[in-house]
Nanobody, 128 residues
Framework: QLQFVESGGGLVQTGGSLRLSCVAS????????IGWFRQIPGKDHEGVSY????????????????IYADFVKGRFTISRDNAKNTFYLEMNRLTAEDAATYYC?????????????WGQGTQVAVGS
């Protein structure tokens, strides 16, 4: 039922910015958080940032809570628009190391591991 459609990727110069969008459908009360992941060619998916959409089952984490990987902290911002069922990843001061295909997915509320299958993703390329 749950689906995500990513967009907003493209080619940007070093130091530039992009805003990725993720439109979600099929949400249910079983979805507590979503995450942005990236896949560099030849490597596994890795978490970039996460945001809670509902309070966690144990009540320890409230809706709107965010988490960032160290390699994007201070440069990227994750946000949500509940009315539009859309999530965003604002990417600033991009470097070649940020180049990857980016995906969004529902995640386990405790372990932040992705649930379901990957969508098409959106590619980010960074040139000099």
């Amino acid at each position: 039922q749950l689906q995500f459609v990513e967009s907003g990727g493209g080619l940007v110069q070093t130091g530039g910015s992009l805003r990725l969008s993720c439109v979600a459908s099929g949400f249910s009360l079983d979805v507590y958080a979503i995450g942005w992941f990236r896949q560099i060619p030849g490597k596994d998916h890795e978490g970039v940032s996460y945001i809670s959409v509902r309070d966690s089952p144990d009540g320890a984490t409230h809706a709107g809570h965010t988490i960032y990987a160290d390699f994007v902290k201070g440069r990227f911002t994750i946000s949500r628009d509940n009315a539009k069922n859309t999530f965003y990843l604002e990417m600033n001061r991009l470097t070649a190391e940020d180049a990857a295909t980016y995906y969004c997915a529902a995640v386990d509320p405790e372990w932040l591991t992705p649930l379901g299958s990957w969508g098409q993703g959106t590619q980010v390329a960074v040139g000099s």
